[in-house]
């Protein structure tokens, strides 16, 4: 099939012209000036962000004829790198099945904690405190935008959510939903209640059912990392609340876990309007 003209065939896997994409198992954020966005889905979230911006693609070539409407929404000045599959994972340095590669940065200035929660609008938030897992921090975000947060904050122990793996299993909504990585958990509590949020931690000791939570008002919802969960100190500042479950085991996955709060919100929201 002949290459679009707008195209740039890529036969040398040396070419230093698709850099950014070299490596990007090993290399992931490092040294990359930017982040790697990886399949159809994460390229559609990355094509709907207003934060972030692509800047380079790499292309399978018998992905070209399947991804012409997609490929052709972006800018004229993003170079589209088209090679075969052999070419593509030598770059690459690991079969990447699905065959397509963005290159992204962020435009502008990065918003900081207190301007991304002025403008969650009182829709719910997230904030993540020492989640080193990229599968559940991508899991969050995913499960942020389903339910409708209006953010999701990370302390800045918290892993990267532009992470390949994290924005891969996020199926690209952390380029779409409003976030930060900054600071202490204890800071983000106070900012959240400054801004009139309730903040709640999940516990298998919980004051109150999840069930019985209001879901009125504005609501922060803390989650820490699996095993060492969130520190006493922080567990004092926030109202606990226990899921309902079967005997045998007390405490699920984070991100199922928020999964089922925020749902609990977002129903008991959409209830009322």
């Known amino acids: 099939m002949p290459l679009p003209l707008s195209t740039i065939a890529i036969d040398d896997p040396d070419d230093a012209r698709v850099e950014p994409f070299r490596n990007v198992r090993d290399r992931d954020l490092v040294g990359r000036d930017g982040f790697i966005a990886e399949g159809t889905v994460v390229l559609d979230q990355l094509l709907a962000s207003r ?4 800047t380079s693609l790499l292309i399978l070539r018998n992905r070209m004829a399947g991804l012409a409407e997609r490929l052709a929404q972006f800018p004229a000045e993003v170079p589209i790198h088209v090679a075969e599959q052999a070419v593509f994972d030598a770059i690459a340095g690991f079969a990447v099945h699905r065959g397509v590669l963005a290159h992204g940065t962020e435009r502008g200035t990065r918003p900081g904690a207190a301007e991304i929660v002025a403008a969650a609008g009182g829709q719910p938030i997230v904030f993540a405190v ?13 499960n942020a935008a389903a339910f409708g947060a209006g953010a999701v904050l990370c302390d800045a122990t918290t892993c990267h959510p532009l ?9 690209g909504t952390a380029l779409t939903v409003p976030w930060c990585r900054e600071g202490t958990g204890e800071e983000l509590v106070a900012l959240c209640r400054s801004a009139g949020y309730r903040a709640i931690a999940l516990s298998p000791g919980g004051e109150a059912l999840l069930g019985d939570l209001a879901t009125g008002g504005r609501t922060a919802l803390c989650l820490g990392a699996e095993g060492a969960g969130l ?3 922080l567990m004092g500042q926030v109202e606990t609340v226990r899921i ?7 405490s699920l996955n984070v991100a199922t876990s928020a999964a089922i709060v925020l749902h609990h919100l977002f129903a008991g929201n959409s209830q009322r309007r």
């Open 51 to 54: 934060r972030f911006q692509a």
């Open 130 to 142: 020492g989640l080193s897992n990229h599968d559940n921090l991508g899991a969050v975000f995913r």
């Open 163 to 171: 992470y390949r793996k994290a924005l891969r299993v996020s199926v």
């Open 231 to 233: 520190s006493p100190a």
């Open 244 to 250: 309902a479950m079967a005997p045998g085991l007390d």
